[in-house]
């Protein structure tokens, strides 16, 4: 299983332009989340779904939007993008139950100039 | 609302030394705490938890937390430090308030052993 995997590793833009995040899981997860990181702040949510067709807010979702098509994939989108989306982009699964356990994917670091 | 704490931004060690990364908790009712820990340029790695049971949790990588319920406090423990060890860990306290299964983290200890 190649688990949570998250494209493009690194991405550069300017101010106003938007984007998309990927991230896919091959574990048939139904909970999946984006995280933001940032200096000295921990991780905080971003956007959460508990399955395909169902998405939510966290604690930090302006200027993001997702979408739930299948239980794989888990796009982020910047519609317009800010210097203060300046971070690091994080997706995680979790299976549901009590497992608890929560696998994140490498991550994406994104610089808004 | 539940809130994690990591009082220490960092902690030094000596390879072969015990080490403890601190943390402490505030939440209302019986607490899930979790422990992560995310090494260079890669994303976070799940260490152990405690849901219930024995205060003395074991993990991965030799690592262990004790859960101190009086002291609200899940410091996470090795009784010798290696250089590898060396990686950002943060505590995480799921949020039973809600349905997300979200996770509330602390703002992390970076580590650093030393040879």
């Known amino acids: 299983n190649a688990g949570v995997t998250q494209t493009p590793k690194f991405q550069v833009l300017k101010t106003g332009q938007s984007m998309t995040l990927q991230c896919a899981q091959d574990m048939n997860h139904e909970y999946m989340s984006w995280y933001r990181q940032d200096p000295g702040m921990g991780l905080r949510l971003i956007h959460y779904?508990?399955?395909?067709?169902?998405?939510d807010q966290g604690e930090v979702p302006n200027g993001y939007n997702v979408s739930r098509s299948t239980t794989e994939d888990f796009p982020l989108r910047l519609l317009s993008a800010a210097p203060s989306q300046t971070s690091v982009y994080f997706c995680?699964?979790?299976?549901?139950?009590?497992?608890?356990?929560?696998?994140f994917g490498p991550g994406t670091r994104l610089t808004v100039t | 609302a539940q809130s994690v704490a990591q009082p220490e931004d960092q902690v030094n060690v000596a390879e072969g030394n015990p080490l403890t990364v601190k943390c402490t908790y505030s939440v209302s009712g019986n607490p899930y705490l979790f422990w992560y820990v995310q090494y260079p340029n890669r994303g976070l790695q799940f260490l152990l938890k405690y849901i219930t049971g024995d205060n003395l949790v074991k993990g991965s990588y030799g690592f262990e937390a004790e859960f101190n319920k009086s002291q609200t406090s899940f410091h996470l423990k090795k009784p010798s430090a290696l250089v590898s060890d060396s990686a950002l860990y943060f505590c995480a306290v799921r949020d039973i308030g809600s349905s997300s299964y979200k996770l509330i983290f602390g703002s992390g200890t970076r580590l650093l052993v030393r040879p």
């Open positions: 779904s508990v399955g395909a067709g169902i998405t």
């Open positions: 995680a699964s979790f299976a549901g139950g009590r497992t608890y356990e929560q696998y």
